[in-house]
């Protein structure tokens, strides 16, 4: 039964984020990579005050899969080391936290070009 | 259309403004909510999965690591782009949206060469991103080391 809820806590949260940027697209007119910024950036600060964690341990998913989780993921493992090894720490542990996430995307960015062929996009 | 016989950046911006397609912003609203909600149950999903062997933080890191695998096949495939053509910010704002963003112009940019093609378009919108994200979590950094957070 926990399982449910966490899904369906995952679905609130993480459709009312991309809620959120639809409204501020639909507002601005701003293009996807500025959206991108946007919502990393208000990830890291919330992440500075300590407030998006608590999302994250709330919503699961819902919080982390946005970008926003991202930009946390990033606060929060600076901080960290900050905290253990001081200002190595600091320029260390952002990029070491999302290591993982970033070698994925780039590894698998380049088999896919790599593989497949480059399609015209239907307008 | 004589307020268009010269084309200045002003000008040029409101004509593209008034000839966008009209989309409606409830329609837009509904289908970025649920695309985007749906996104992170998946996610959840895979949490709950590598729950299994792996402790909730590295569950986390890997979930979201195969959800940008997928994005990214589906990129290469060309679904990607049809589901954001409705879903709008429901399919930007999750991290499949940042794999789209790097993919995609990896592989359309594959003909100027695996070096300054894929190797340098592949950052276009993930460069700013990794910038910013980076910067700003060394600045908070050292702002909670300063003021001891």
């Not at chain 2, 933080?57 to 690591?65: F, K, N």
């Amino acid at each position: 039964m926990e399982i449910f809820l966490m899904f369906i806590k995952a679905f609130l949260v993480g459709g009312a984020i991309c809620l959120i940027g639809q409204i501020i697209i639909n507002w601005t007119h701003l293009t996807n990579g500025k959206i991108l910024v946007l919502f990393l950036i208000a990830g890291a600060v919330l992440e500075g005050f300590g407030l998006y964690s608590k999302l994250i341990e709330f919503a699961g998913a819902g919080a982390s899969i946005p970008i926003s989780g991202f930009g946390s993921a990033l606060v929060k493992g600076a901080v960290k080391a900050a905290k253990s090894e001081g200002f190595y720490g600091a320029l260390k542990g952002g990029l070491a936290a999302c290591a993982t996430g970033i070698s994925i995307a780039i590894v698998s960015g380049y088999l896919v070009a790599t593989i497949f062929k480059p399609r015209t996009k239907k307008k | 259309m004589e307020k268009y016989c010269e084309i200045t950046k002003d000008n040029y911006k409101s004509y593209v403004f008034e000839k966008m397609p009209k989309s409606s912003h409830w329609k837009n609203m509904f289908w970025a909510f649920l695309i985007g909600g749906t996104i992170c149950v998946i996610g959840q999903a895979f949490i709950e999965l590598y729950k299994l062997w792996f402790s909730i933080e590295d569950a986390s890191v890997l979930a979201s690591g195969t959800m940008v695998l997928i994005a990214a096949i589906l990129t290469g495939l060309g679904v990607y782009d049809n589901i954001g053509r409705f879903a709008g910010a429901g399919s930007t704002i999750p991290i499949t949206g940042f794999s789209n963003a790097v993919v995609s112009p990896a592989l359309e940019f594959r003909s100027e060469g695996y070096i300054y093609g894929v190797g340098a378009k592949m950052f276009l919108v993930a460069g700013p991103v990794i910038v910013n994200g980076v910067t700003i979590s060394v600045i908070i950094a050292i702002l909670t080391l300063i003021f001891g957070g």
